[in-house]
């Protein structure tokens, strides 16, 4: 079992950039693969980016491709969500995901954070 808790959202405006955060506790953390799901007002959740279970593998949706980067340190038990030209799109409440062995290719994740709110101002 492992907790997730986000850290890192605000208000910015256009071009700037943030830096998620996701803190787990519990055991076992090098052993999760990680991601961050997002959900605008009024639309559906939806996959961001994903870091497989031994930090080889990552994925992107295209939208954040070259803007985002995910990245882990075991160490500190944190997955991390670096956002760079942030635009106004780009805003919704940021959820930080966990599952056993994730390889960062699809599914389903079976532990979920209360999620950060990024707005970005136009």
């Known amino acids: 079992q492992v907790q997730l808790v986000e850290s890192g959202g605000g208000l910015v405006q256009a071009g700037a950039s943030l830096r998620l955060s996701c803190a787990a506790s519990g055991s076992g953390f090098s052993s999760y693969g990680l991601g961050w799901f997002r959900q605008a007002s009024g639309k559906e959740r939806e996959f961001v980016s994903a870091?497989?279970?031994?930090?080889?593998?990552?994925a992107y949706t295209d939208s954040v491709k070259d803007r985002f980067t995910i990245s882990r340190d075991n160490a500190k038990n944190t997955v991390y969500l670096q956002m760079n030209n942030l635009k106004p799109e780009d805003t919704a409440v940021y959820f930080c995901?966990?599952?056993?062995?994730?390889?960062?290719?699809?599914?389903?994740?079976?532990?979920w954070g209360q999620g950060t709110q990024v707005t970005v101002s136009s």
């Open positions: 870091i497989s279970w031994g930090g080889g593998r990552r």
């Open positions: 995901v966990a599952k056993r062995f994730g390889s960062a290719d699809g599914g389903s994740y079976d532990y």
